[in-house]
């Protein structure tokens, strides 16, 4: 991006102020964010209910566990050889090549149904492993910016207020957290057949998909780009990378990873909790304007309708939350966002039940998924803590680092999640996950560092 971009005032890095220069940045800049929201939509219309599709098409609870695994590999993998493909051809070129990439692989979850199973020297490959090699295509545009992220907002946003510059910039991007899942809700509901109303969803993520690779490649101006100047030097660099990483990262990166291990067990399971364990919907009456509306949901688009309750809350909580960072520091925030986390596991599993002779089952998962939304209130607290330690213009390497090092310990935890699951129970996997997340959250609360500027 251009370097020439003034010294940010303090008083005006507020989330409302830097979200609204966020939008008067360079034409280059604003293309990759709409090009981010665009695939952010359609990645976040399908996800989450990939295991369901996967079930639809024959898959076991072990199956999907690996394919959580596989996620975790990719999301390991991928950053490092992102940025070497982006240094050798351009940031434009790469960004064109890596949406038309995960276009594609939003089209083969749209046609895995029709290719039906397939019997090669007497082994028999079933339509779910297609949902695996679409995930390889899917993820490619995630493979691109996520370090430059962290950079962009560490260099225009003042010290003392990076929580504040995260919390801008999160919120536009989970606005499309937002709509995805409710878009994908709204489409589900249009058929009976998950396998039929699911590829509905995936059709407009093609759209979708089409429409942030064309907007990047026509709008993407990256003549002063100067993110990732040098070229990936191989494995040499990642092992200097590592040593080099700044001291105060280090409990935090060890308490991130457990939690994320924790969530990583359970979150593709999320879904069959609400389809298959509780097997609930929602009937109701909706009145708006004198008039009334029958409403009724199956289970598959009430869970679209509970992750849009869930981002909701996310939404109106992450900007006041890194408001008060400022005032009690990074640390209890973010601690606050793991320790939902930890928790969300056997609140969701037990949760309702608990709640149920008050409250119908479904208003508990309202009340309960509300509740997981406030994870993520720690998330640009969190982010400032990672990139606040680094040296100016070293925040995207030493962001890329801790994510490959984390992502890379994470890798195991959804088929050990999936193995659980299938072969003890799903309430015993949801309770190892939970007391793993407690652990984690515990340990960065004892041993955990604060970011001088806010302490």
């Not at 878009?183 to 109303?197: E, G, K, M, N, Q």
């Not at 092992?239 to 409990?251: A, C, G, Q, T, W």
């Amino acid at each position: 991006m251009s370097e020439t971009k003034s010294t940010p005032d303090p008083e005006e890095t507020s989330p409302l102020e830097t979200f609204r220069q966020f939008f008067a940045l360079e034409r280059d800049v604003l293309a990759v964010s709409l090009a981010m929201f665009a695939f952010s939509l359609g990645f976040q219309m399908t996800n989450r209910f990939l295991p369901e599709y996967m079930v639809a098409l024959g898959a076991s609870g072990f199956v999907v566990g690996l394919f959580g695994t596989f996620g975790n590999v990719i999301s390991a993998l991928y950053p490092y050889p992102g940025g070497a493909i982006s240094d050798r051809i351009g940031s434009r070129y790469a960004l064109t090549a890596f949406g038309l990439i995960s276009t594609v692989g939003f089209a083969v979850w749209l046609v895995a149904p029709n290719v039906g199973a397939i019997t090669v020297a007497g082994v028999t490959i079933e339509p779910w492993i297609w949902v695996f090699v679409g995930l390889v295509l899917a993820q490619a545009w995630k493979s691109f910016g996520l370090g430059a992220t962290f950079a962009v907002v560490k260099q225009a946003t003042d010290p003392s207020r990076l929580a504040a510059g995260f919390a801008s910039t999160e919120t536009f991007r989970r606005t499309a957290f937002l709509i995805g899942p409710v878009l994908a809700a709204v489409l589900i509901d249009l058929h009976p057949a998950f396998t039929v109303s699911f590829r509905y969803v995936l059709a407009v993520a093609v759209v979708f998909g089409v429409v942030g690779t064309l907007v990047q490649h026509v709008l993407y101006d990256a003549s002063d780009d100067t993110v990732g100047g040098g070229r990936f030097e191989g494995v040499a660099q990642i092992r200097r990378d590592l040593r080099d990483m700044p001291d105060p990262l280090r409990p935090l990166l060890i308490g991130d990873t457990l939690v994320r291990f924790a969530n990583g067990m359970v979150y593709v399971f999320f879904v069959l909790v609400v389809t298959q364990i509780f097997s609930v919907g929602l009937e109701t009456t909706v009145a708006v304007g004198g008039f009334s509306y029958p409403l009724d949901l199956s289970p598959q688009a009430f869970f679209g309708y509970l992750l849009g309750v869930e981002m909701v809350v996310a939404l109106l909580t992450m900007a006041p939350a890194a408001k008060l960072a400022e005032r009690v520091g990074l640390k209890p925030v973010v601690a606050l966002g793991f320790f939902v986390y930890g928790a969300f596991p056997v609140v969701l599993v037990y949760g309702p039940e608990l709640l149920s002779p008050t409250v119908p089952i479904q208003w508990a998962l309202v009340l309960v998924f509300a509740f997981s939304g406030l994870r993520f209130a720690g998330l640009p607290s969190h982010k400032a803590l990672i990139v606040g330690p680094a040296e100016q213009g070293a925040g995207g390497r030493v962001t890329g680092t801790y994510y490959l090092l984390r992502n890379t310990i994470v890798i195991p935890s959804a088929a050990i999640g999936g193995y659980l699951w299938d072969f003890v129970s799903p309430e015993v996997a949801f309770t190892v996950a939970a007391v793993i997340g407690v652990v984690g959250t515990g340990y960065f609360l004892v041993f955990g560092e604060e970011f001088e500027a806010y302490a």
